[in-house]
């Protein structure tokens, strides 16, 4: 009898392990498509011209070995059921595209345009670091420059380049004190205003033979003009930078000047630091006359000759200079002066 049973149980063995098999088997087939079945199944499924473009689009990202996703990718895939569109009309969505735009700015190399209060580009301006402290101002000469850089309006001039140009003219920095050898450096090399640093009268000294404040007075390059006064100890040179920048941009008129003309281009003396981009148009005058107030015989600046031409900012090179072609007029000099026409978008 145990031999009988034991023969029936191998029986039912055999029969139920292949039905038990088959069925795994035939699961596995349910849960697994052929491509042609899978391709029926996406192309059923019904997209919009803006999903498929979407699509398109993170494809060709995707396959961009330097993965090429910019802003036009969001522009081009900005959905309505999204709850934060960019480059919408809220004040979220303009913040976005303009940090957007600052980013691809940065990828292609160029500055990123300095902005006013009213958010209007900003040409920053050359300025001169003159110090009256003697050797006590050594660590004047280092920190406000860095300082002033720091700022949207600012581009101090480098010592170095100042004293080769004033030997260049016959002149060393102290007859920097000269209103007349300012303004004739000035408009040599596009300079904008000058920044006197001493020590007010009346402030003692600290027991490191320091004093506890310096004064700083802005003077406009051309005219005999304050532009601003401040009192401040080193520690507040980053707070006071701020507000000179300010002061300067309201106060001056930007310009530049031309180093160079050769082969149909216009080289200039202000690039990368200065804010310029490709694309820029400026217009070059003539120098006119100097203006003299007939009452107080200071000088009111130099007035503007005829417009000579228009130039385009084609490359931008060194770390403040760039090269232009010449769209109309000619006859260029380096005397010339050239201020901003049209800025590139």
Partial sequence: MDKTNRKSSSSLLFIIFPMIFCLFLAGCASKT?????????????????????????????????????TADYFRKTESSKSKIRLFGSSKREKELEERLAKLEQRLKGLPERATDVHGLPVLRRKVVLISLLGDLGLDV????????????????????????????????????????????????????AYIFVYFPQGNAATAKGQRSAL?????????????????ATISQFDKVAKKISKDVVRGTEWSCRIVKVEDGYVYLNAGRLTGLQPGD????????KEIIDPITRHSLGYGLGSLKGTIEIEQ????????ARILSGGNFSTTDIVKMSELAE
């Fill in 33 to 69: 498509k052929n491509p042609k079945a899978q391709k029926a199944e996406k192309e059923a499924k019904t997209l919009s011209p803006q999903e498929k473009e979407e699509e398109a689009l993170e494809e060709q990202a995707i396959s961009n070995p330097t993965f090429g996703i």
């Fill in 141 to 192: 000469l280092s920190l406000l420059p860095a300082a002033l850089r720091r700022t949207d309006g600012i581009v101090p001039v480098d010592s170095n380049q100042l004293a080769h140009l004033l030997k260049e003219h016959g002149y060393s920095v102290s007859d920097l004190a000269s209103a007349a050898v300012r303004r004739e450096i000035a408009a040599i090399a596009g300079i904008q």
């Fill in 215 to 231: 004064r700083l007075d802005v003077i406009h390059a051309t005219e005999n003009v304050l532009i601003g006064s401040y009192l």
């Fill in 281 to 288: 148009k400026l217009n070059v005058y003539s120098r006119g």
């Fill in 316 to 323: 931008l090179f060194g770390t403040d200079a760039s090269k």
